[in-house]
């Protein structure tokens, strides 16, 4: 099982930005993917969850300004960023649900900067 | 939401020894605990889940007890590549949360 997160930066507040985390190794249309992130400093935060029928649910301090997706066809999970703030910024993993547990496995993680 | 708080943050402890690290749970979460590894630059790494079984390929020295609010993690031999921060993950109750993170040196 191998997860690889692109696509962070910097970014100034307001703007966008899509992460991507590439899944191999296994049936990634079979599993439910979790956004998870750390901000400088602080602990881990919960951001998004997709099922693996594509229902999804967010953190509140992400509501309304990240979507999560998925392509099954390219083995992806995306993450789009809108209205970024300061607050934001954070290295963001992405984890796959386990048949047994949650997070079992566990991208790199991607440094997303939000600042002017 | 749930808090949960890990103690301690720091620890620093020499090969060999016998290493605990704890989490607390503002409220019972069952037995639904796991514990990850994190090295420098590297994804975190699941070494515990639901309180006591050991993830398949994580060496035996890694063990974890606890039930309802009170949990720990245990390394009974500390080796060198053990160097890493800890965190626990309760998921009972959504929306998940971590622990705050143990940062394990060697002395």
């Known amino acids: 099982v191998q997860l690889v997160e692109s696509g962070g930066g910097l970014v100034q507040p307001g703007k966008s930005l899509k992460l991507s985390c590439s899944a191999s190794?296994?049936?990634?249309?079979?599993?439910?993917m979790h956004w998870i992130r750390q901000a400088p400093g602080k602990g881990l935060d919960w951001v998004a969850y997709?099922?693996?029928?594509?229902?999804?649910v967010y953190a509140d301090a992400v509501k309304g300004r990240f979507t999560i997706s998925r392509d099954n066809a390219k083995n992806t999970l995306y993450l789009q960023l809108n209205s970024l703030k300061s607050e934001d910024t954070a290295i963001y993993y992405c984890?796959?649900?386990?048949?047994?547990?949650?997070?079992?496995?566990w991208g790199q993680g991607v440094m997303v900067t939000v600042s002017s | 939401d749930i808090q949960m708080t890990q103690s301690p943050s720091f620890l620093s402890a020499s090969v060999g020894d016998r290493v605990t690290i704890n989490c607390k749970a503002s409220?019972?979460?069952?037995?639904?605990l796991n514990w990850y590894q994190q090295k420098l630059g590297e994804a975190p790494k699941l070494l515990i889940y639901?309180?006591?079984s050991l993830q398949t390929g994580i060496p035996s020295r890694f063990s974890g007890s606890g039930s309802g609010t009170d949990f720990t993690l245990t390394i009974s031999s500390l080796q060198p590549e053990d160097v890493a921060t800890y965190f626990c993950?309760?998921?009972?109750?959504?929306?998940?949360?971590f622990g705050g993170g143990t940062k394990l040196e060697l002395k």
């Open positions: 409220q019972n979460i069952n037995r639904y």
């Open positions: 190794g296994f049936t990634f249309s079979s599993y439910g």
């Open positions: 984890a796959r649900i386990g048949k047994a547990t949650p997070f079992d496995y």
């Open positions: 997709i099922s693996s029928s594509s229902g999804t």
């Open positions: 993950l309760q998921h009972n109750s959504w929306p998940w949360t």
């Open positions: 639901n309180a006591n």
